[in-house]
């Protein structure tokens, strides 16, 4: 449905094209420094408008803290954080409403909630909701970076735990700004590979078999729109390796490896070395193309062309919006094994 997590919860909440977009966290330790302020540096990355293969839609994106907060400092009560919708051109998706767009939960929508779903900018099924996300990435980042190693865990860093994401290809190109040259010579909407490091993240997070971190990670980073594939460490790559190639050894008692082809994952629990994985995000859906779809009043095939405001390509967003979910994932790990207190 629509909430994730067991200790560090959340549920999301809004449409594309609704008044506002939200998310509730529940679980977030009382204690914890909150301010707007906090919030701005991710959201400013996660913003198109700005930047060239991005949507032109533009919005403030301005947290509003409707429950959790007090004197900037969490409560420990669920946390519920809005962002209005204020640039919003849903004309443009009345008069396409005929074709179900190919690539889009339109068509899967409307027979599963029979006509009734707010079709306006994709509705809930829309990238715009990942501002929730990476507004529950924010608080969460918060908490990890007070994570501290100690005399009785593995932890390798005493800094706290980072979470960073980048773009490593555009379009097939190692150079973002040559793949979405392809895209902008072809008229047409490009992919890309985003990978994630954690580093700092203690030894035995993980319960298997189906809560292991690759599982629940998996689970969540799925939860962004347009992700189409995931990899640990060396990933598919592996499929190439002998064994003796693949494996890590072990080079001390904290657990550090000479290699890092499991991606700091091993049975499904964090080995103490640095977390690594990417993602496959796919062309944006909605491209300028003339493409053939079903127009669902006449009954044919016939060729439409989207319109309204899109990204070029999506990946360029993506980064922080993993970061989020990857963070959040990771909170919960650590509210679950109890190295995250409640009480700050």
Not at 140 to 147: E, F, S
Not at 150 to 162: A, Q
Not at 180 to 205: H, Y
Not at 330 to 336: G, N, Q, Y
């Amino acid at each position: 449905m629509n909430s994730f997590g067991r200790f560090f919860r959340l549920n999301i909440f809004g449409e594309s094209h609704g008044e506002s977009v939200g998310i509730n966290i529940d679980g977030c330790p009382a204690g914890l420094s909150l301010t707007v302020e906090d919030f701005l540096p991710d959201l400013e990355r996660r913003k198109g408008g700005t930047r060239k293969g991005t949507t032109p839609r533009k919005e403030s994106d301005l947290p509003i803290f409707k429950s959790g907060v007090f004197n900037d400092k969490t409560t420990g009560a669920p946390l519920t954080i809005l962002f209005e919708n204020n640039n919003t051109r849903s004309a443009d998706y009345q008069k396409q409403r005929d074709f179900p767009r190919p690539g889009h939960a339109d068509f899967v929508a409307h027979q599963k909630f029979g006509g009734y779903e707010d079709f306006r900018g994709g509705g809930h099924f829309s990238g715009r909701l990942t501002v929730a996300l990476v507004a529950a990435g924010v608080v969460a980042k918060k908490l990890l970076r007070l994570v501290r190693a100690d005399k009785n865990d593995k932890t390798p860093s005493d800094n706290g735990i980072s979470v960073q994401a980048a773009i490593i290809e555009i379009g097939g190109e190692r150079d973002p700004e040559k793949g979405l040259q392809k895209a902008v010579e072809a008229k047409d909407s490009v992919g890309g590979i985003v990978e994630c490091r954690v580093n700092g993240l203690p030894l035995g997070l993980g319960e298997p078999f189906f809560d292991s971190v690759e599982s629940v990670l998996s689970h969540a980073v799925f939860a962004i729109p347009a992700i189409r594939g995931i990899e640990f460490g060396t990933g598919f790559a592996a499929a190439k390796m002998f064994g003796s190639q693949h494996n890590d050894p072990i080079i001390d008692e904290r657990g550090a490896t000479l290699t890092n082809h499991a991606g700091g994952i091993v049975g499904g629990i964090s080995n103490g070395n640095a977390l690594v994985f990417r993602i496959a995000v796919k062309p944006t859906s909605s491209t300028p193309k003339i493409q053939e779809s079903l127009n669902w009043e006449t009954g044919n095939v016939e060729s439409f062309s989207v319109k309204g405001r899109h990204d070029l390509c999506i990946a360029l967003r993506v980064p922080v919006v993993l970061e989020a979910v990857t963070a959040v994932v990771l909170t919960d790990f650590l509210l679950t094994a109890q190295k995250i207190s409640r009480v700050l």
